[in-house]
């Protein structure tokens, strides 16, 4: 894919140029270097206000055709994937693309079998582990729509997401590890299943050995069938616009947003991103430590690198386990050359020994990247100086699950860096920062709300069953642009430096919560009556989640320790263990607008211990409570 690579600064500006003035002729020209199994007849189609747009209308391939079989012929013997288990004795595994090619078949041929066509959602409710990947390519290599659900989402979180897209099949494992934990995947799928009516099939895949039961007429182990199964799948006719997948994230309202992404742009333009911000080259060895359960696993450990010809490193474990060192030993292990991580990590990280770090030869290295909230100053020369011995780039990406793909962000040994700074656009990606008046702000050096005013082939289509929200969530604020959520400043030579989230979603250790479901899940304890759930600064985990609760007169008497524990158990069953609460104050009223809406902006202030100046409070319908939280806040 060697067309509008960048290699310098001044190569950027002459490609970033050409996409803002022939976007179409851009993007075509890139999409030539894909197989295809009929051209496109038109390269955008779009009308942003409708939140309608379409890439590549009428074009036919098939994703999988792309990241596995035209590189069969030169890279046959290639390591596509090198999975590396939790427990470090037992031993890493090497995929060549010949072997990806047998087992996505097999496994295709499996889900047909098993009556999966087209269209169909399939559930997979996975641990990082090879059939993770299998299974979701061969959910698109039979053109069956994937929903990856990672597997630290709870019982009824699962339930909800199996529900909303009606998936007919579930994909889990009897178990998974990680770190010092085994966890009873199976255990949470069935519980799950009790409210789904639309799954027929559960496929289980052994990982732990746990004795677990087995449902007559539902379950099966993959095993078996997968054994039996041909290594031959013909890969299915898909439009351009095919919906792939869908990815839940978190929304304003307790329901998450499925959001849904379709079949070229995405594979074009993660592909694009991948070659050029990493400068993957083709011996080199590529990791990047999400989760496929997240967008960053979807676009940066399967698809754009797999599109690449790439060999992607999958690790099923935890940063600390069995110490703080496995993240530098698996580098030093498999002579990764780019390593791509989240802020959270570094930050835990860098609060133990750089004996852990020194011990392992990290000379491979020549790329790092950061991805999932802002990097803070202290983190970001942490990594630069001891992972990256002060010689690495550091990229530092600015995207989310509906852009697909890496938007803002440094290209390696191209664009200069900056600390906290994702720099600059992509070639294709048109940023803008917005006023309160809904005005575009020209110029630099300013702040305002960050949309993206053109569109780019990777961009979510719709929210799976809610158009009309896709619409409303994203681009009715600033009508006409794709509104991200987020706040940006510009500085004085245009770079762009994320400030946080704008609206009701927190990210806690890199995780997007959206504080609604929380507080709904809190609301459902029988002795809560109201709720509001705010972030606050943490060391480690960015933001952490400081909640608010009003309780019932009844609950009023109860010991209020057991409560807090409660409330978190609460929290775990509904959404997960990653939502729970780190303070909680139990107070006699929330600060209410007189619309009745809670006035989250006092609430953070004061869980940020920033009292100082709270604004103008004069408006509320009830100030008085304001004195007494911040008395007794905790
Ligand atoms: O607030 C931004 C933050 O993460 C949000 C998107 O979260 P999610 O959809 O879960 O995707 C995370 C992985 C792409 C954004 O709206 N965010 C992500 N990357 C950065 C970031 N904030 C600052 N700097 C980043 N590099």
Sequence with gaps: ??????????????????????????????????????????????????????????????????????????????????????????????????????????????????????????????????????????????????SVVFAGFSESALAARIQDCECKMVVTSD????????????GIVDGALETCPSIDKVLVVKRTNADIPMKEGRDEWLAPLYEKASTESIAEVMDAEDPLFILYTSGSTGKPKGMLHTTAGYMIYTAYTFKNVFQYEEKDVYWCTADIGWITGHSYILYGPLANGATTVMFEGVPSYPDFGRFWEVVDKHKVTQFYTAPTAIRALAKESTDWVTKYDLSSLKVLGSVGEPINEEAWHWYNDHVGNKKCPIVDTWWQTETGGLMISPIAYATPTKPTYATLPLPGVQPVLMDEKRNEIEGNQVVGSLCIKFPWP???????????????????????KYFTGDGALRDEVGYYRITGRVDDVVIVSGHNLGTAPIEDAI???????????????????GNALYGFI???????????????????QYISEHIGPIAKLDKIQFVSGLPKTRSGKIMRRILRKIASKDTANLGDTSTLLNPEVVEDIIENAV
């Design 1 to 146: 894919m060697g067309v509008y690579e960048v290699k310098s600064l001044e190569q950027y500006f002459k490609v970033y140029k050409r996409s803002v003035r022939e976007p179409r002729k851009f993007w075509s020209k890139i999409a030539e270097d894909f197989v295809w199994y009929k051209k496109w007849d038109k390269v955008l189609e779009y009308r942003l206000e409708e939140a309608e747009v379409k890439w590549f209308v009428n074009g036919k391939l098939n994703i999988t055709k792309n990241c596995i079989d035209r590189h069969l012929a030169k890279r046959g013997d290639k390591t596509a994937i090198i999975f590396e288990p939790n427990d470090p004795d037992e031993e890493a595994e090497h995929i060549t693309y010949n072997d990806l090619y047998n087992r996505v078949c097999k496994m295709a041929n499996v889900l047909r079998d098993q009556g999966i066509r087209k269209g169909d959602r399939v559930c997979i409710y996975l641990p990082m582990i090879p059939e993770l990947a299998v299974t979701v390519l061969a959910c698109a290599r039979i053109g069956a729509i994937h």
């Design 175 to 186: 178990g998974g590890f990680r770190g010092n934990k085994t966890i009873d995947l199976k």
């Design 458 to 480: 990777s961009m979510a289509r719709t929210i799976w069953g809610d158009h009309r929200r896709y619409k409303e969530t994203y681009f009715s604020a600033f009508p006409g």
């Design 523 to 541: 609301n459902e304890h029988p002795a809560v009556a109201e709720s509001a759930i705010v972030g606050f600064p943490h060391d480690i985990k």
């Design 550 to 568: 009003i309780l019932k007169e009844t609950g009023e008497t109860r010991n209020r320790e057991n409560l807090t524990r409660e409330i978190n």
